[in-house]
């Protein structure tokens, strides 16, 4: 494993162990519009965390975030009452956030695994609905994070018909995670509840590539055992 990426994802769990979880902000779906352009978290996430090297909690995102963003929300959405827009977007923010948080561990336990050089993320790939590449040469996989539930699969396979996400060259991979104790893909927990990704899954994943058993858009599915598989296509 390389020694430049085991420091990253260290400092990167000591900052994820400090952090507040708060399971009722997930209940609240009070403003489930999609976050378009300037309004858009994942950009100002990645700039505070990747460019500026600058670590928030939720509660100092949540005001960076209004600050920046505030008038042009509230010109989005005249109509709406300030308290209920103020919650709904907390609620909003923080799964965008913790999710995207999840998505990070992943990137950069995959750096540790398969070396930092051939491991990328950046803005231009999430927007075309990429969380980060692996390159195992000769071939590039595209990594898919989301959790492993019939709901999240569904919004997968939705975003491949409608929304494009899987035209960019290389192999579509599905990486998802579980909430459950006991699965093959399931997360550890760290003191405060939150959930990473085991080195042992990424592992899998690598061996799995290895082997050849990884093609575009094959996985469909998990199981107790591991992937499940598709017919392979290219």
């Known amino acids: 494993m390389n020694p430049q990426a085991i420091a990253e994802i260290a400092a990167f769990q000591q900052f994820l162990a400090t952090l507040s979880l708060n399971a ?13 352009g300037p309004l858009n978290p994942s950009g100002l996430l990645h ?12 509660d100092d995102f949540f005001e960076h975030y209004l600050a920046h963003n505030g008038p042009l929300l509230r010109q989005t959405l005249p109509q709406m009452p300030e308290a209920t827009l103020r919650e709904g977007l907390r609620a909003r ?27 990328v993320r950046d803005p231009a790939l ?31 396979r939705y975003k491949i018909d409608h929304k ?3 035209r960019l060259p290389g192999h579509h ?19 405060n509840g939150f959930g990473i ?8 994943l690598q061996r799995e ?18 992937f499940v598989y598709a017919q392979l296509s290219n």
Not at 24 to 36: A, F, Y
Not at 209 to 226: F, K, P, V, Y
Request: charged share 20%.
């Open 93 to 119: 923010l923080y799964r965008t956030q913790f999710g995207l948080l999840t998505e990070y561990h992943a990137y950069f336990g995959c750096r540790c695994i398969f070396g930092p050089e051939n491991v």
């Open 24 to 36: 009722g902000l997930r209940k609240v779906k009070t403003l489930e519009m999609d976050l378009k």
């Open 173 to 191: 991979v599905n990486f998802p995670y579980s909430l459950q104790p006991g699965r093959f893909n399931s997360l550890q927990f760290l003191p």
């Open 47 to 58: 700039r505070l965390f990747f460019v500026e090297q600058n670590w928030l909690g939720f």
């Open 164 to 166: 494009s996400v899987d």
């Open 209 to 226: 590539m290895t082997q050849g058993r990884i093609g575009n858009g094959n996985i469909i599915g998990t199981s107790a055992m591991g």
């Open 126 to 156: 999430d927007q075309r609905g990429i969380d980060f590449q692996i390159t195992d040469h000769p071939d590039q996989y595209n990594v898919h994070i989301f959790i492993d539930n019939a709901r999240a699969w569904e919004y997968r």
């Open 197 to 204: 990704y085991t080195s042992k899954y990424v592992r899998y």
